[in-house]
């Protein structure tokens, strides 16, 4: 109930989950329906759901779209059938380069279509290896808002190749000529228009953020928690450090993994513990590196749109630490 929504277009209308069972989809040229699908069994799969917009409000020059700092990403479990059992319960021909994926969005009639249609290309190796097309959120019926009755998972990559109210799936020799996929979600200079040179928001990188405290803490031994995430790989390690007045290097310490370990795609809960004397103001942040030896960089890499930050500098937060017991630690920055 608290995983951030996005939606490029209006909602469906609610009656889109009236009848699941009963929902079309066109796998490889063929309807099928969700029911059939269900037949096939279900896999679950955690992952970590994240805008690539997520981490825009650290940019400086003002990109347009909603200025996330850490709001837009979430991680869950998504429960469907595996995208390359679905297609050969179809008998469609696997051998194209990419999965083309279109959404059941309702399309304002002012507008060409192929400019506003979600509808996106993925490379077809990862997609026939990882990808799912599910119909449950955390074991309930996926939920209208979140793409239900049914949605295209691509774990590890970014959000908007998750699919929502999923109408049509094909196997395609080129990437889509819809505007979202043509132009839209590319990686670009500042003041560059989007076009298909540059790189589409596919897979996520490397990334960890803190998630408390926030602001003003008792001083003594402090817990700093957050969260760490290897994108398409399983993370080896996370970091913590603990930048005081004035310092700007950080000395690297290990931070723990705390939570349960729900797989590479999924982000694993992590653990440091500092001591703040009070008084102090000091710049916590962390970095994770996976096992195949991806590290966080230090800073954003600058891009029209805002996309892609996974920098550990932006995403430190600042501690404060008051004397136990003083009106001010119940205050908040
Ligand atoms: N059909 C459809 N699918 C979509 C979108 C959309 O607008 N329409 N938005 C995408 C984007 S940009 C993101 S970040 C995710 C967000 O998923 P959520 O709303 O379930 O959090 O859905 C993706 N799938
Ligand atoms: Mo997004």
Avoid at 312 to 318: E, F, L, Q
């Amino acid at each position: 109930s608290r995983l951030f929504v996005r939606n490029n277009l209006a909602l469906p209308e609610p009656g889109i989950v009236e009848d699941r069972g009963a929902w079309t989809v066109e796998l490889g040229g063929q309807p099928t329906t969700l029911a059939a699908l269900q037949r096939l069994g279900t896999r679950s799969v955690a992952t970590v759901l994240q805008c690539s917009g997520n981490g825009r409000g650290f940019f400086e020059h003002g990109p347009s779209g909603s200025p996330w700092r850490t709001g837009a990403a979430g991680c869950v479990i998504f429960g469907g059938v595996p995208l390359s059992a679905a297609l050969a319960s179809v008998g469609a021909d696997l051998d194209a380069p990419y999965v083309t994926v279109t959404g059941g969005d309702p399309l304002p009639a002012d507008v060409a279509p192929r400019d506003v249609v979600v509808e996106r290309s993925v490379p077809a190796a990862y997609a026939l290896r990882h990808a799912i097309l599910a119909w449950e959120l955390n074991g309930a019926p996926l939920p209208r808002v979140h793409g239900g009755p049914l949605r295209f998972v691509v774990p590890g990559y970014f959000g908007c190749n998750q699919v929502k109210w999923l109408r049509r799936i094909a196997m395609t020799a080129s990437t889509s000529d819809a505007k979202i996929m043509r132009s839209g979600y590319r990686f670009r200079p500042i003041g560059e228009a989007g076009s298909e040179g540059q790189p589409s928001m596919w897979a996520m990188p490397v990334k960890s953020w803190i998630t408390s405290p926030l602001g003003i803490v008792e001083a003594g031994r402090v817990v700093v928690r957050g969260v760490a995430m290897g994108g398409t790989e399983p993370l080896a390690r996370v970091e913590v450090a603990v930048l005081r007045e004035g310092q700007e290097a950080p000395r690297w310490a290990a931070a723990a993994f705390t939570g349960p370990d729900l797989g590479r795609f999924a982000w694993r809960e992590v653990s440091a513990t500092l001591d703040l004397a009070v008084g102090e103001r000091a710049r916590v942040v962390l970095r994770a590196t996976t096992a195949g030896g991806a590290t966080q960089p230090e800073h954003r890499r600058e891009n029209h749109r805002g996309y892609g930050h996974n920098g550990w500098r932006d995403h430190g937060v600042t501690l404060r630490a008051c004397a136990p017991g003083d009106a001010s630690c119940r205050e908040t920055e």
